[in-house]
């Protein structure tokens, strides 16, 4: 299938594990001759595929994209909008409420984020414990 899709032009549909027993239920629908939920998945997959992949790889550093499009296996997008909604993210919000950053702010605001994680810890003394 992903190749077929590949030689016209579309990117591969990735169907990922969680929703493997959606995908064969939907294959043997497809086999009995209602192709719907099969088409629907296989659309979803390319169009998530489109957003996480292919959008923030030729936008560039520096154009608004969705959030979606810029979420990472560190930082979801749940994460990433709730940081533009306190403001911890540059941001924009769109219309229809839609968050738009950049890679460069996503990954300013990454870095910011785990930074204290990353600073050594300075020792205790016994003046700090009283």
Same mark, same amino acid.
């Given at each position: 299938?992903?190749?077929? *899709?590949?030689? *016209?032009? $579309?990117?591969?549909?990735?169907?990922?594990?969680?929703?493997?027993?959606?995908?064969?239920? @939907?294959?043997? &629908? @497809?086999?009995?001759? %209602?192709?719907?939920?099969?088409?629907?998945?296989?659309?979803?997959?390319?169009?998530?595929?489109?957003?996480?992949?292919?959008?923030?790889?030729?936008? =560039?550093?520096? +154009?608004?994209?969705?959030?979606?499009?810029? @979420?990472?296996?560190?930082?979801?997008?749940?994460?990433?909008?709730?940081? @533009?909604? &306190?403001? +911890?993210?540059?941001?924009?919000?769109? %219309? =229809? =409420?839609?968050?738009?950053?950049?890679?460069?702010?996503?990954?300013? $605001?990454?870095?910011?984020? $785990?930074?204290?994680?990353?600073?050594?810890? +300075?020792?205790?003394?016994?003046?700090?414990?009283?």
């Amino acid at each position: 299938m992903n190749l077929v *899709l590949v030689r *016209l032009g $579309y990117p591969p549909a990735i169907i990922q594990k969680r929703e493997r027993p959606r995908y064969l239920l @939907a294959l043997r &629908r @497809a086999d009995a001759g %209602d192709p719907s939920p099969l088409g629907e998945m296989v659309a979803r997959a390319i169009l998530e595929n489109l957003m996480r992949f292919v959008v923030p790889a030729v936008a =560039g550093p520096f +154009r608004l994209v969705a959030l979606e499009a810029l @979420a990472t296996p560190v930082v979801g997008h749940r994460a990433l909008a709730m940081a @533009a909604r &306190r403001g +911890r993210l540059r941001a924009v919000r769109g %219309d =229809g =409420g839609v968050w738009r950053s950049t890679r460069r702010w996503v990954d300013d $605001y990454v870095g910011q984020r $785990y930074a204290s994680l990353r600073r050594p810890r +300075r020792p205790r003394s016994r003046d700090d414990l009283s």
